[in-house]
């Protein structure tokens, strides 16, 4: 399956070098016979043999800043809040929302999933809902720790609230009572109060968080040598979520400036510093009504956030706002200012990570383009698949763009295993390859008759094979991390060109659908690539497509313009086929 994968994607030279090296690996009495009999026996002493492995390669062992470079985010329906306090009321409003959805995960409540499409009606794994609220990301010097609290824990009755690049408790349990919207709102208007003091202006230390993980590790260990820095770390590292009330930015509010505000703020210049980046899930409430949430990735996938805003969407429209009740608290306490002690090496520090922040900011190259033309319910009378079609056409935008293919990642939901997280459908098949060929350099041959069966067979088994847990991804990781438990020296197929290339994914896809008006976004995973984030709706499809500057193989508004034009060329396809079927039929 490995070879199959990357056999045109490799020039003929490294692919015959390439399947000698697999060829020899897979001998009998072999190093991949042993690595394989290791990896058997862990699965038998492991719920899930791959979970560790894949959480460290994917997300702890990675030194990139998280902003851009991991945190995805989603962005919220534009709000049109009157003043500020209409801003807080929409806060207290989204933080009660959030109680109430964590309340539903610490009693068992939330129904559980079902998978929908190819063996649908299998349940999936629910371990993921469990982690959004109580997991913080603690950054290390190799390695980063993702720290679980216990369900339900006293230590995380309070939340933390970023405003003007300050960072205060609001304690939501007073005197054993749970505060109550009216309540929230009250300790809201006293925390922004409270940070137009000047005087009390704490230093931006949210900016480290912004930092690549080991520069942000080696500032921490500077930090807690102050027993103060030290109480007001471990009250953030220990909260529920984050809540970032945002001063307007003054950028022309549209869907790609608020994707922009959600993966990094702005930089320190705007918001970039009212963030906490290691918490999972951080609420931006913008005074100008840019609304969303970031999330530091590792505890969750992106299905699974989908569910939780969702909710919180829902409840916002349909659950009427309580503010009309007298306060249930009758004494609510001053919120507490996090405090903290600096020094000029610590200025140093903070001023490193803004400019660092900043140069990410100025790379980043963000286009959210919705191309209205059709949407997926005309996909879907073609009798394909929308999801499959729409990788098609990412993979006709990048043949347009670059003459050649190159490994695509695409995640594939794996939860109906115990622990499951993803594997990858690598959607740059050989027909990929020989469809968007014909579609590009012999149009003339490409028959109406050969598209029509081609496309829906394009992804149909690689999609399959990654779901079921037989991708080859997650397989040669855990081969990989075996070899080096046992101290071997790593085997050829893993310093091999070919499998370097494999795990260099210029294209980084996954669909993200919503039922309600709010799109995902994130940034791409290597220097050359794009990431593109797609939700098909009804009548249009929404793609997040992000790129980097400073690159010169990638520009996001050009990879737009090509995926535009194969979505109407391939609709002109799909017509022409319709036509000639009826025409036989006749």
């Not at 009495?29 to 994917?58: A, F, I, P």
């Not at 940070?195 to 080696?218: H, K, M, Y």
């Not at 579609?439 to 029509?452: G, Q, R």
Request: with cysteine; charged share 25%; aromatic share 10%.
């Amino acid at each position: 399956m490995y070879l199959n994968c990357m056999k045109h994607l490799v020039k003929e030279e490294q692919y015959q070098k390439t399947k000698a090296i697999v060829v020899k690996f897979g001998e009998p009495g072999g190093t991949g016979e042993l690595l394989q009999k290791k990896l058997l026996e862990r699965s038998e002493k492991t719920y899930n043999w791959v979970y560790d492995y894949w959480l460290e390669d994917m997300y702890l062992n990675q030194r990139l800043a998280l902003p851009v470079n991991s945190n995805p985010a989603m962005v919220f329906p534009k709000q049109n809040f009157k003043d500020r306090k209409d801003s807080l009321r929409f806060a207290a409003h989204l933080i009660t929302g959030v109680l109430e959805y964590k309340e539903r995960i610490d009693t068992r409540v939330l129904p559980v999933d079902f998978a929908r499409g190819q063996l649908a009606g299998t349940p999936l794994c629910m371990k993921q809902y469990y982690r959004l609220f109580n997991t913080y990301r603690l950054p290390g010097h190799k390695r980063d720790t993702l720290i679980i609290h216990k369900p339900g824990s006293t230590e995380q009755e309070h939340i933390i609230v970023a405003c003007k690049n300050q960072f205060f408790v609001l304690d939501l349990v007073v005197n054993k009572k749970k505060l109550k919207e009216m309540d929230i709102l009250t300790q809201l208007e006293k925390i922004v109060k409270m940070a137009e003091n000047s005087e009390e202006r704490q230093p931006p230390f949210g900016l480290l968080t912004s930092d690549g993980r080991t520069e942000w590790a080696q500032a921490r260990e500077v930090l807690i040598k102050d027993s103060v820095n030290r109480e007001s770390l471990a009250v953030i590292e220990k909260c529920l979520c984050v809540l970032c009330l945002d001063n307007p930015s003054g950028m022309e509010v549209g869907d790609t400036s608020r994707a922009l505000l959600m993966l990094h703020g702005g930089g320190h210049e705007k918001m970039g510093a009212n963030r906490w980046y290691d918490k999972p899930m951080q609420f931006i409430v913008g005074e100008d009504g840019v609304c969303g949430t970031v999330c530091e990735h590792s505890p969750f996938e992106g299905i699974v956030l989908v569910a939780c805003t969702e909710y919180l969407m829902k409840f916002m429209t349909g659950s009427p706002s309580k503010m009309g009740r007298a306060t249930s608290v009758s004494e609510l306490p001053t919120p507490a200012r996090l405090l903290w002690k600096t020094t000029p090496h610590i200025q140093d520090l903070l001023k490193a990570s803004a400019e660092r922040l900043q140069r990410l900011v100025r790379d980043l190259d963000m286009d959210v383009h919705k191309f209205e033309v059709y949407g997926k319910e005309f996909i879907k009378k073609q009798k394909m698949s929308p999801d499959a079609y729409i990788q098609v056409a990412l993979q006709l935008a990048f043949y347009r763009c670059n003459g050649r293919l190159v490994s695509t990642y695409e995640s594939a939901s794996i939860r109906r295993f115990h622990e499951g997280r993803v594997d990858n459908i690598r959607s740059a098949t050989s027909e990929a390859l020989a469809f968007v060929k014909a579609m590009t350099d012999e149009k003339a041959s490409l028959s109406v008759s050969h598209f029509s069966y081609l496309v829906p067979q394009i992804l149909g088994y690689s999609h399959y094979t990654a779901i079921t847990g037989l991708g080859i991804d997650n397989h040669l990781l855990g081969l990989r991390e075996i070899a080096q438990e046992l101290k071997m020296e790593r085997p050829e197929i893993f310093t091999d060109e070919t499998y370097v290339a494999s795990n260099q994914f210029i294209l980084s896809t996954s669909q993200v659908p919503t039922t309600v008006e709010m799109f995902c976004c994130y940034g791409p995973v290597v220097p050359n690539g794009y990431g593109c984030c797609y939700n098909p709706q009804s009548d249009h499809l929404l793609f997040s497509v992000t790129s980097f500057h400073g690159s010169t193989e990638t520009c996001s508004a050009v990879f737009i313009k090509a995926l535009d034009e194969g979505l109407v060329e391939m609709r002109d396809l799909c017509r022409k086929s319709n036509k000639k079927y009826e025409a036989l039929t006749m």
